[in-house]
């Protein structure tokens, strides 16, 4: 029978994300609309967002934060057009973005840069991985729901540069950030922000690279972290490189101090990991699905991939299994259970779910019954 309850909040995509709890346009009353991101009030604002980010994060001593233009895959850009090329390069890929970076720094005309991949639901090989290189890798794949769990492939007594885009993974599971000289994220994942601007976090090794490297290529002025020898400390105070949204930030810092009210980043990977144990429970209970990933610690809390298993499903052509799932999508969109769930478009057929600190487990146990209920009615056709 078709469930009779929905979830109070039906929003599961996985970016940008749910707002959080409770979350309404009035708490953004105050935004400093029409006035110059230079003026102090403005600045300040700007400012703001970047102490509570680095408080909430617990970045270690020395670490620079700063708020950049366009979003995650800008501040990812950012880093790799301006820090790669004293060294070699390793990029780690194992699903759509990083293959994609991938091809953004072989498209830089560096030497030695050598590709490590792994197929969806798996992790290349890392104790393979030699960090005297930079290295270039997610920490956690969107679109694949594999995550790397730990840091200790990563020595402290590194030579290279590990430049991590870790968007869908901050606050939303551990992440030794003392292991990691560059990480980026965005507003729009486990803080359920606005779209179109980044954050850029640099350790001490990223900015001594910057300060004594320059690379050969020109950077274009939004990707410029340095001013004349030295790094621009500008941006790491509020003053950001290109004009941002003060309505952006004005919902940056509700959603900062959602967290901090919370409990921290402590609190928010605790409701992910309660979000993730309900999906965990009913996968290990229904027989027509599982996780992409294939390994039970590499699989991601927040951006939850999961695989149709069923045979008469499986054997059709990769066509065939994207038009079921358009189907079952399209038919749970139309009874307002859940948007937006499909897998990425360059990933295998099948379901994704944000299971980031915005969503409330509650929704999801109630989502379950709705899935089995929708893959039964595609299946009847």
């Known amino acids: 029978m078709k469930p009779s309850v929905r979830p109070e909040n039906p929003r599961f995509g996985c970016g940008p994300t749910t707002k959080r709890p409770g979350w309404s ?4 009353e105050g935004a400093l609309l029409g006035r110059s991101h230079r003026a102090l009030p403005a600045k300040q604002r700007l400012q703001e967002v970047i102490e509570r980010s680095r408080d909430l994060l617990g970045l270690p001593e020395g670490y620079r934060l700063g708020i950049v233009p366009g979003s995650n895959t ?3 850009e950012i880093a790799i057009w301006s820090l790669l090329g004293a ?3 390793e990029v780690l890929a194992w699903e759509s973005f990083g293959a994609g970076w991938a091809k953004d720094v072989r498209s830089l005309g560096l030497d030695g840069v050598l590709l490590r991949e792994a197929p969806y ?3 290349p090989e890392l104790d393979i991985v030699d960090t005297d290189h930079d290295v270039v890798f997610v920490w956690n794949g969107t679109t694949s729901g594999v995550r790397v769990p730990d840091g200790s492939w990563i020595p ?3 030579a290279g540069l590990t430049i991590c885009d870790a968007t869908s993974a901050v606050l939303g599971m551990e992440v030794p950030f003392d292991r990691l000289d560059v990480l980026t994220y965005s ?3 486990v803080l359920g922000g606005e779209a179109a601007h980044g954050m850029i976090a640099l350790g001490p090794r990223a900015v001594d690279r910057l300060e004594s490297y320059r690379p050969e290529r020109p950077l274009p002025k939004l990707f410029r972290l340095t001013k004349g020898s030295g790094l621009n400390e500008g941006i790491f105070a509020g003053s950001t490189i290109n004009t941002p949204s003060m309505l952006c930030v004005e919902d940056a810092l509700d959603g900062l101090r959602w967290a901090e009210a919370e409990g921290g980043s402590e609190a928010l990977i605790r409701r992910t990991r309660e979000n993730f144990e309900v999906i965990d429970a009913w996968v290990s209970r229904t027989e027509w699905v599982e996780f992409l990933a294939r390994r039970p610690e590499t699989r991601s809390p927040t951006s939850i991939c999961l695989r149709i298993v069923e045979p008469t499903v499986t054997d059709r ?3 065939e299994q ?3 799932i358009r189907e079952f999508v399209g038919l749970l969109d139309r009874e307002g259970a859940a948007h937006d769930i499909a897998s990425y478009r360059a990933a295998p057929p099948g379901l994704r779910l944000w299971g980031g600190a915005t969503v409330e487990s509650s929704d999801l146990e109630k989502l379950t019954p709705w899935l089995d209920w929708a893959f039964r009615e595609v299946m009847r056709g």
């Open 25 to 28: 346009l009035g708490r953004l």
């Open 74 to 76: 800008g501040a990812f």
């Open 87 to 89: 060294r070699g390069v």
């Open 121 to 123: 639901g798996e992790l």
């Open 156 to 158: 402290a007594d590194r």
């Open 187 to 189: 507003w729009q994942k």
């Open 317 to 319: 052509s990769v066509g």
């Open 322 to 324: 994207a038009a079921f």
